[in-house]
């Protein structure tokens, strides 16, 4: 409470707050539920559903001196309106009465929920919704026990209407609160549905192509307030009272959104007990109440039947089903030859203790630990990273956002979305990209430049900002303006992405974010910093405990080592090249969820679980660490990958090992300072935040989680925790000219890689391989739309349909990653209209 | 009344020709307001006049435009030509036969708005008198009597024609904005008020046709002229639009304060075939209908007067219902209307008419038993003091005061329970 | 799929220079006002509301196919199908038919052989039941939606309608 605060009174209990507040949100601060419908507290307020009439007393003015006027008691007298009024729309006053549990008010809102359910088919038995749906609450609540009307009269409507692939309406049971509708133009940006026609036939309806085209659909199936709108994979898969619930993690990205998994143990799953849909769980500095399409959607592969279900050694020149005693033995016995001449290879898709963990197993030996990563710059990001204060929902007016280098809505959708509102509150978000991207929807300035130029697009903007002659970029109104505004900036967050870059390029362009953060006085601000756009959820993580990617390739660091332990990656099915390098190993375990064309070549191949059997914590791009817990039994005799390696490190003859993942948690706080205030309780610390969800009134926030599991650490920058600020402007990376088109690999949301590929539920809306080139290079190169093309690059080459779109700029093909093409880093290639026949 | 004020084609010939209206003195009044008086003379005399706003509601004008946010440009006027309440066709008829008048009256109200473009939105079904408006539109502006430095002045203005699609509710004026700004035609939450946050979220005026036409002689003439015509609080002349069972429905302009009988006896010439009056809806289909009876004929129709026997002035459109009519056949008509417009953004009027509208259909099939009646009264007051806009208010009017009034009308439909 | 521009069709080829004359009636950065003049004109362009027009009014105004296609089920005067090539829209509300609009409405109908709402063998003329237009005076009325706009033809009986309706034919037969 703060001076300036309204005081009023809401069925006779005390409020105080802000002006401003709707009469419903300072209900629900005290207790006091309100019934609504359309109402959602992060959408703007509409008063549509007439769930929510109150009544209202207001205290009498005398007219000609304005006081209050008081009875004989000395107590202000009120007067209540004749009619009710909408607490959702009406902002409280001074002095005021609200009564929403009164005869009057109890009485409207029964004559509404009788109104809504004229309409609505009472299929409850029968509805997904059911048992956690705030229509069926709230007519067991309000509803008259018998309606006046008659049944007959009631309009029968389609009950199954896709609206595209993932979200199917049912037309009967909606009740036109239009949160749908508002949500995708409110909060994903994406004015995909809409009404058609009016009055009571008004209906949900959708004319994109694809239908329902947008990454954020399956939120609003969590704040439809009845069982209109479902989702194709959950649709009559089980009622919610039978479902556990677990929190964890989402893996698909460093973003971090915090999940609920809803898991049932079921007989048509063998008896197992299985997933059976992804909840967003509330934490607003993260991802608020929502979560994208593929974190909801993409889970089917911790289920799939290809999952390695026991450890396997090569025997004979084939790889056998093992004990875990002899697999590790063996694994122990090649590492131990291998000494320092082992190398460690892991992803961001481990956690940190998997990471820790791995990284003492191959120490060890005096092995070394490489990080297999297209993307650098993570060292900075720790010295510059975002304040523990920080939360991108705080940026607005006076603030600015400047990302590079990503197509963010593609890579991270929730922070696309949240930057999003940030420029929605006034923030200037800078895009500075060799394309157009739907950050471009939003951002105050866009600079283009050439792929390959990021960098020097950077150092323009750095000597636009900070006025400094020493150093030397692009230069343009765009680069200028963008420049002015970081430089006045109250709060300033940096993205970078790796588009058109290497792990070299990107640690240049962190350098020089860095550098800009640190020399416009951004460093170590509370909401400033620094933010990796890692292809990984983890790779920040793996940063942190030390984890390096390679200058050289991992073709080089292969072919020096003996023997090699993967984790967590797949390099050679990224690059089929790298076969050679592999094969002259004399030893190789790999650690995995999948038999991957890496470990059908290992001598040694250890199942691990995946994230939703175990626990574990990630640190996300934004360096919050946050912790997953297990929600379904572990897979066959699946392990952590933390307990493998302390497995291998004991066989190997460490000493004083942690044996839990909490342990192993503590071993990094001890180890690595950053994380030093790091523990399982730390992580699993709550507080409540707004808008209250979850609750038993589901109506208010829709059915998001609420947070009771940890909403994580920030961890503080080392510059906010007195590090030194020096960071000198990074080499801007000499142009590499060259002869015909430059590919660049990009990323796509629905991709075809192993994590994604077994929900089936995503195909539809899954990337097949494409070369997308600009209009002038297609007809110089002489491909249609849709015609096959062929590229070739140092001795490979890959067949796939060409996409003509002007957006690509000239010069360059864009290559979606992990749909077929082997191409990870930007390449210059020669393209080819293929052959008819290669066509077809 | 001898001349006419708004209507006044009637007296001279051709006025819809631009030369015609300005050798009548058209235009005058806009030339020498501009030149001789301040945007705020402008208000205060429209204050003064006691002018109120001729859509339905009856809003004094003048106190409309003074909530228009200060300072805060560019400013906008819309004005409301979606005329669609049952049997009002009067801005119809300025529009297409004195055309000129409302322009000079949109200028007039955009010069005290301080506003430099104004748009006329207009029912998608006046297509032709739409187009015809801009062809005058285009005459007065190539005469420098509208764009750009009107009469040299520094005041410019732009007048637009805007055309709706066929969709009652965007009478309502926030939902016309809506549907100006591209949107489904639903109300949107006030306050904010459209003078604070209008079309595109800018100060605006929104002025029914009539009202607007108003303002050229009141400015012409003056305050105290125009108090001179009808009541103390119900100033000026009026445009009643009369039709239903009448030997001669059609436009009326008479001082505000005429009596029904007047109107109907007087100037529409009695009812047709010498029939009894029966029942008379004063405001088209969005207000209590009212029976016949003397005291109700001899009520002034002015903003205070109607109200006192149980009904309002509205839009003036008085529809007259002989003794041949069944008051639960009207209701079933008007409720037939509603559901048809109702927008659909509320649950009480998307719903509730929607079942008011079965009840009566079943009533009128005679397939039901007693209570329907009952039945219906209580899910029309089950919409009353609910709705978001008013268009869910207007509906249940003629049927809750066709059941108190004319019960047995609907009783009489009521069956055996088949 | 990667975005692309807004694709040229047929509105913007035939008539660019009225679509830009709409346009110009409305602030630069408030496009989304032109879209109901561009329905009436994709609609006389097509004679309905196709998808196809809503993706290209969609692409000239930078809105989505779904907030152009959702005015079309609001408004009552836009139609998504196909239908006669004129429409015949009798009004049949209180006034009117208080001065005989529901009996003319069905001889018109007895006399063209349809029910309301049908569509005349010949495909010409399709009639259809509307509320108020304005023209209680003059009833029974009824308005007129062909490729040209909308046109009323007041103080009717049945006898007029259907000498209308022969001129009609004639012309669109």
Known sequence: MTAGDVRLTIDGREVRVPPGTLIVDAAKRVGVDIPVFCYHPKLEPVGMCRMCLVEIGRPVRDRATGEVQVDDHGTPVLQYGPKLETACTTPVGEGWDVRVSSEKARQGRNEVVEFLLTSHPLDCPICDKGGECPLQNLTLEHGPGKSRFLFDDKIRLDKRVPLGDLIVLDRERCIQCARCVRFQEEIAGDPVLGFFERGRKLEIVTFSDPGFDSYFSGNTTDICPVGALTTADFRFGARPWELNAAASICPHCPVGCNLTLNTRREAVSGGLEVVKRVMPRQNEAVNETWICDKGRFAYHFAASPERLKTPLVRKDGRLVEATWDEALETAAEGMRTAGSRLVGIASGRLSNEDLMALRTAVETVGGRPVLDAPMGGGDFVRRFGLGSQSDLGRLGRGDAVLVIASDLHEEAPIWWLRLRKAAERGAEVIVANARRTRLDEFASHVIRYEYGQAVEALLGIGAAATGETNVRGLVGEAVEAAGKALRSAAELVIFFGAEGLDAKGTAALAQGAAAILARTGHAAKEQSGLVGIWPQANLQGAWDLGWRPTGRGLADVLGEAKAALIAGVDPLGDDPSLGPALGALDFLIVQELFLTETAATADVVLPAQSFIEREGSLTSGEGRVQRYYPAVPAWGEARPDWSISSSLAAGLGAKDLPTSAAAWLERIAEVVPAYHDLSYQALARVEEQWPLVGGDDLYFGGTAYENRQGLGVALASEVERGGSKDVDWPMSPPPQPGPGILAVPVHRLYDRGTTLLPSRVLDPRRVSLYIALNPSDATAIGVGDGEAVSLAWDGQSQTALAVIDPSVPQGAALIPRSAGATLSMPTRVTLLASQPEAAR | ?418 | ?173
């Open chain 3, 1 to 173: 799929m990667t975005a692309s521009g807004p694709r040229v069709g047929i509105l913007l080829e035939k008539h660019a220079a009225q679509i830009e004359a709409i346009l110009a009636r409305y602030p630069s950065d408030q496009k989304r006002s032109a879209v109901m003049p561009l329905l009436y004109l994709a609609q006389h362009e097509y004679g309905h509301v196709s998808k196809a027009a809503l993706e290209e009014i969609a692409g000239i105004l930078d809105l989505s196919p779904t907030q152009v296609g959702s005015l079309v089920g609001f408004y009552s005067l836009y139609h998504d199908e196909a239908a006669g090539s004129v429409r015949m829209q009798i009004c049949t509300d209180l006034p009117c038919a208080l001065r005989g609009a529901e009996t003319f409405a069905r001889q018109v109908c007895e006399n063209l052989g349809i029910r309301l709402g049908e569509t005349t063998a010949d495909g010409v003329i399709t009639v259809e039941e509307v509320m108020c237009l304005a023209g209680c005076d003059r009833a029974p009325m009824f308005q007129v939606q062909d490729d040209q706009g909308i046109h009323y033809r007041e103080n009717q009986t049945v006898e007029s309608a259907m000498a209308w309706v022969a001129e009609v034919r004639k012309k669109h037969g």
């Open chain 2, 1 to 418: 009344m001898a001349d006419h004020i708004l209507l006044r084609h009637r007296d001279i010939p051709d006025l819809d020709r631009l030369e015609v209206y300005q050798r009548h003195g058209g235009f005058e009044t806009l030339r020498r307001t501009i030149a001789e008086k301040s945007p705020q003379d402008v208000i205060d005399i429209v204050k003064a006049s006691g002018l109120r706003g001729r859509g339905g509601a009856g809003f004094p004008t003048g106190v409309k435009w003074g909530f228009l946010t200060p300072d805060v440009f560019p400013r906008y006027v819309v004005v409301n030509a979606d005329e669609s309440e049952p049997g009002t066709f009067k801005d119809r008829e300025i529009m297409e036969r004195n055309p000129f008048q409302l322009l000079e009256g949109i200028a007039l109200c955009a010069y005290a708005a301080r506003a430099s473009t104004a748009y006329v939105y207009c029912r998608g079904e006046f297509w032709d008198l739409a187009h015809e408006l801009e062809v005058r539109i285009a005459e007065a502006r190539q005469k420098n009597l509208l764009g750009p430095k009107i009469f040299g002045s520094d005041f410019s203005l732009e007048v637009y024609v805007h055309l709706g699609a066929g969709a009652y509710i965007c009478g309502e004026e926030t939902a016309l904005l809506e549907s100006m700004e591209g949107k489904l035609g639903q109300p949107r939450l006030r306050p904010p008020f459209p003078a604070a946050k209008g079309l595109f979220g800018r100060p605006t005026v929104v002025n029914n046709v009539e009202t607007l036409t108003n303002l050229p002689p009141i400015l012409e003439r003056g305050a105290e002229w125009y108090r001179s015509i009808g009541t103390k609080d119900s100033a000026g002349p009026k445009v009643f639009s009369l039709s239903g069972h009448v030997a001669q429905p059609g436009n009326y302009e008479l001082p505000l304060g005429t009596t029904f009988r007047t109107l109907i006896f007087d100037h529409g010439g009695g009812v047709a075939g010498g029939r009894k009056i029966k029942a008379i809806l004063p405001a088209g289909a969005s207000a209590p209908i009212l029976p016949a009876t003397d005291e109700v004929l001899d009520t002034p129709m002015d903003y205070e007067s109607v109200p006192k026997v149980g009904s309002m002035l509205g839009s003036a459109s008085v529809i007259v219902m002989d003794d041949t009519v069944d008051v639960a056949w009207v209701a079933l008509k008007t409720t037939r209307f509603f559901k048809h417009e109702s927008c659909g953004k509320c649950t009480p009027c998307r719903e509730g008419t929607f079942w008011m509208l079965r009840v009566l259909e079943r009533l009128h099939s005679g397939q039901d038993g007693e209570g329907q009646v009952d039945g219906l009264y209580a899910v029309a007051r089950g919409i009353e003091g609910k709705c978001l806009c008013p268009l869910g208010e207007f509906s249940i009017m003629p049927v809750t005061s066709g059941v108190e009034r004319f019960r047995a009308d609907f009783v009489a439909h009521e069956g055996d329970g088949r």
